[in-house]
């Protein structure tokens, strides 16, 4: 009975620890909680370059990963390809932004 409880407890272990291991973030990808903190990055992104009268969301695709944005996409001037980064860069938990738009 006893030899039981100790083998169910290292199973226990077992699993708790392939869980975290699952869990955790590599240099290529990310950690669950990695994941839903860059959705939110994005999605703050997107609302920002929405209400800003100087952007268009619509040419604008915005992506993150590890607190990294990447903006692609089109913008009709070199004056508004800078003002987007700044739009993204002011969104907190913007790590930093690369920006591969391409001017009309």
């Known amino acids: ?19 975290a291991a699952a869990c955790s973030g590599t240099r290529t990808s990310e950690s669950t909680g990695e994941y839903v903190d860059d959705a939110a990055i994005s ?3 997107r ?15 915005v992506e993150t990963f590890k607190g990294v944005v ?3 996409g089109f913008v009709d001037s070199p004056a508004a390809k800078a003002h987007a980064t700044q739009v993204a860069g002011d ?12 001017v009309k």
Do not use: H, P, Y
């Open 1 to 19: 009975m006893r030899r039981s409880r100790g083998i169910f407890a290292i199973a226990i272990l077992c699993m708790l620890g392939m869980t």
């Open 43 to 45: 999605t703050k992104v």
């Open 47 to 61: 609302a920002k370059i929405v209400s800003d009268e100087q952007l268009s969301i619509f040419d604008i695709d």
């Open 70 to 72: 990447q903006l692609s």
């Open 91 to 102: 969104v907190n938990g913007v790590k930093s932004v690369k920006n591969d738009l391409v």
